[in-house]
């Protein structure tokens, strides 16, 4: 179990960023099933005890690492985007095929067994960004429980459609450049997205 600790706190930040430093150069050499907590620790230059302040498991530094990886890309493709359009959704589609590419490059040896292990947070932080998009006022004035209903399953489906879309294109060896490969498959988008825009 993790101590509780100031997330604020330099020195906090900064041992954090060490291990996942250390477990992302150790992820590069190892399968990451070989990667034990010692080896982050001692590539890190800290001791078990501070691995175990910061992390319950190597899975956490994983999950940790994936999650602020995958935001970073986000976050790039969609700054200056207000409102949910095709072009914001086509950005958030190229942000998950690049999302993709960078874990198949940052763990090339164990990219398909790890790209599921937390597809299930991906895929509900690419829902979450969706209804950000949306305009909140619109959906909480709408006494309108079947709309609600609609917009939540929308989201759901695009959001599952982009991932599962984006990890089979990198998995088949990226045969089309991502731009190329989300314009050619954005028409079926937009198709799944007409209820949201409508």
Known sequence: MT???NEA???VIRTRRLLQDAFASL???KDFESITVKDIAERA???RATFYAHFVDKFEILEAKLMESFMTIINCRISGHEVLNEETI???FLGVCDFHQGLSTMCKRRYTSLGPVFEIQIKEKIQTILVSFID???ILSSSNSNRQFLINTATIMLSWG???AAYVWNNEGRLL???SFVKQTMPIVMNGAKELLG
């Open 177 to 179: 450049s991502a731009e």
């Open 45 to 47: 230059t800290v001791n």
């Open 27 to 29: 992820v590069q050499e």
């Open 3 to 5: 101590i509780k600790k």
């Open 136 to 138: 909140k006022d619109k």
């Open 90 to 92: 086509q950005s958030i």
């Open 162 to 164: 982009m991932y599962g």
């Open 9 to 11: 706190d330099p020195r």
